[in-house]
């Protein structure tokens, strides 16, 4: 399923940020003069774990997409797009904050409520933050995952934690029985579900056997299976007509409206026509399943083998989730219409990282590999983004908050973001920055690494220094720098060029990348 960029844009048929200004002038600048609905709203849908070519517009032949496909057509579609962190809290706190790792501070370790130790920096003002103190109404419903900070600007979407408040609603609806009092209960929602043979496999490679000897591990959650519960009481239809309720109340101001959907991430949990909508047997296996990064990995095929009972319905279950999300996208975009608040309104879809399906051995995220770093990302704006544009500049998670407030017309101090606003890239095709970060400071791993359409190169504990070249090597096969490659002495020179380019971006973690870890030789 993996798509040249030639291939992306062959199947797809002004202004940057920058002005200084004290802090008085941001209020100034909104202080009721002029309509308001000339200032655009914002629909951001955010998925969770959710890799860019699950889309039917960049040529994956399992599923269609037929509403985020439409989303695409109306505006911009960008092929490069990849998440900051392969993780859902940092990744988040980057999309929020416009930051890189070193200023938002969140690594992940964090829950809804909990105390803010790992969680985005208070000092840190999210976009959201900014608008709203420029004048907009700001809702958030769904996951957040960046610690308990920053959510006072929202007007009910996060007073009770999202998972609890559905739990409760679905208890009351669905009263337990006693068959269902001898299934297994889903970790996330707390309701029971009939398991499918994969649960059991994942199981075996369950996080919570960390550290115990002789355990498999592997990065996924070990629910999957199918659920009594109606297709429309769904947790990705529960969040999604709270945000077509919202959308319907009377805004008497431009509203900045977020749909955090917790699938395609496990639990692998379908209701209703979702549930077996694909066969497993005809889910194709991953190119690269099999490869030297496979060995000596638990995961594909020695926890989830590349068998139809395993992988394959590992790839159904997930792709029938992201049938589900694109359903509930179209009722968001009709929503809109309905509402008469399309034409004004920024609408964007993006995820807070991929996932490895089964690629190089391995399910879940936590790597370097494209898999488990492109996103989708969709950005539509009517009359003022045209319609049907491809883009293929490397664009990254910090650039969605400069670029959401630069539509907007919300100026911003100069050096406030890591990121730069889009806008240059989609109405002139050009784009300041020609590198993405790519970073990671959680789960016993730290990495850093930098990405351009043509490289990537990265640094990790873990796994040491790689160097791919995804012109000629887009399944990362051959790690460049690596002990059996060939040419390993010609790109090292590369290597050395690449890792300066990490050092220049980072910063303050210049050192990380120096000192912490074995140097090029």
Known sequence: MQRSRREILKLAGVGALGASLDPGALLRAFDGEGPDDERPNILFIMTDQQRWDTLSCVGNSVISTPHLDRLAKSGALFSEMTCTSPVCGPSRAAVLSGRIFRGHGCNGSVKQFAENKDGLKDKIETFDETLHAAGYRTEYIGKWHTGPGHQEVYESGLKTHFLKHYEAEMRAKYPLSQADRQLPVDGYTGMPYHPYPLKGMMAKGDMRHRGRENQPKIHHDPEAGWSDIAEEDSLTAWLSKRSIEFLKQKHDRPFALTCSILHPHAPLITNG????????????????????????????????????????????????????????????????????????????????????????????????????????????????????????????????????????????????????????????????????????????????????????????????????????????????????????????????????????????????LLRELPALH
């Open 273 to 512: 026509r979702y549930t077996d909508m694909f066969d497993p047997a005809e889910m194709p296996m991953p190119e690269n399943v099999f490869d030297d990064e496979s060995r000596g990995q638990f995961g594909v095929p020695s926890v989830v083998p590349a068998k139809p009972a395993g992988l394959g319905r590992f790839i159904a279950q997930y792709m029938a989730l992201i049938v589900e999300i694109d359903d509930w996208v179209g009722r968001l975009l009709d929503t809109l219409e309905e509402q008469g608040l399309r034409e004004n309104t920024i609408v964007i879809f993006t995820s807070d990282h991929g996932e490895m399906m089964g690629s190089h051995g391995q399910v879940g995220k936590s790597r370097s590999f494209e898999e488990a770093i492109r996103i989708p990302m969709l950005l539509s704006l009517p009359g003022r983004i045209a319609p049907g544009l491809v883009r293929n500049q490397p664009v990254s998670g910090i650039d969605i908050a400069p670029t959401l407030l630069d539509y907007c017309g919300v100026p911003t101090k100069e050096g406030r973001f890591d990121g730069v606003s889009m806008r240059s890239a989609i109405e002139e095709q050009s784009f300041p920055r020609e590198l993405a970060p790519l970073e990671l400071n959680r789960m016993g791993m730290r990495m850093r690494g930098i990405r351009s359409s043509a490289w990537k190169f990265s640094i990790s504990e873990r796994y040491g220094q790689r160097l791919y070249n995804l012109e000629e090597d887009p399944l990362e096969k051959l790690n460049l720098i690596g002990p059996d490659s060939p040419d390993r002495s010609k790109y090292l020179t590369v290597a050395h060029a690449r890792r300066d380019e990490a050092m220049e971006f980072f910063g303050d973690h210049r050192d990380y």
